[in-house]
């Protein structure tokens, strides 16, 4: 069975920083492709971030020079460093590993960024 278990979110003030994790069991996890979306109340799912399986990351332009993606293998995990937060990264965070048609999703993760 493929579980894939976010933490690290919480209620933080504009410019802090939080870090998230994802860590995932049931999939070879150094064969996928790992990615961070975030959905805000009432709005659509939105792609974060990617750490691919050869090494490579992308960031969508909202949060990129805010945001890092890093993964480890060994721990099976992925994470996502947010710093200089904002009111509207505010959403709940998820991961999603992809490995050709295997897609799984994780349960999400709250962040709110308010003073």
């Known amino acids: 069975q493929v579980q894939l278990v976010e933490s690290g979110g919480g209620l933080v003030q504009p410019g802090g920083s939080l870090r998230l994790s994802c860590e995932a069991s049931?999939?070879?996890?150094?064969?996928?492709?790992m990615y961070w979306y975030r959905q805000a109340s009432g709005k659509g799912r939105e792609w974060v971030a990617t750490?691919?399986?050869?090494?490579?990351?992308n960031f969508a332009n909202s949060v990129k020079g805010r945001f890092t993606i890093s993964r480890d293998n060994a721990k099976n995990t992925v994470y996502l460093q947010m710093n200089s937060l904002k009111s509207e990264d505010t959403a709940v965070y998820y991961c999603?590993?992809?490995?050709?048609?295997?897609?799984?999703w994780g349960q999400g993760t709250q962040v709110m960024v308010s003073s």
């Open positions: 750490s691919t399986r050869d090494g490579n990351t």
């Open positions: 999603k590993a992809c490995r050709g048609p295997n897609e799984y």
């Open positions: 049931g999939i070879i996890f150094s064969n996928y492709d």
